[in-house]
């Protein structure tokens, strides 16, 4: 069992920045790929990013290449995700989500991912 508690989230100007994170408690942390993904008001939870279990892969949505940055520290147990040039379309609830996997392949797919914390709303404005 994993438990993942997402921070982070807020309400920002279109163009700003902010860094959301996601504690992982329970079992191995470094056993997990770890994902990231959202859900905006009436639409459907949609994949952001993905990352390895160590790192070495990560996978982006085409929607925020160049300006969201995946990342993670096994030693914390903690997944991050950089949010830079946010756009008011960037507004949704923001879910860290995890899987049991050691290797580099990494999933968008939401039906891949086992567990799942409570989200963090961000809010952009323009």
């Known amino acids: 069992q994993v438990q993942l508690v997402e921070s982070g989230g807020g309400l920002v100007q279109a163009g700003g920045s902010l860094r959301l994170s996601c504690a992982a408690s329970?079992?191995?942390?470094?056993?997990?790929?770890m994902g990231w993904f959202r859900q905006a008001l009436g639409k459907e939870r949609e994949f952001v990013q993905a990352i390895s279990w160590n790192g070495g892969t990560t996978y982006y949505a085409d929607s925020v290449k160049g300006r969201f940055t995946i990342s993670r520290d096994n030693a914390k147990n903690t997944l991050y995700l950089q949010m830079n040039s946010l756009k008011p379309e960037d507004t949704a609830v923001y879910y860290c989500?995890?899987?049991?996997?050691?290797?580099?392949?990494?999933?968008?797919?939401?039906?891949?991912?086992?567990?799942w914390g409570q989200g963090t709303q961000v809010t952009v404005s323009s």
């Open positions: 989500a995890a899987y049991q996997s050691t290797g580099q392949q990494i999933s968008d797919d939401k039906r891949k991912y086992t567990y």
């Open positions: 329970g079992r191995t942390f470094s056993s997990y790929a």
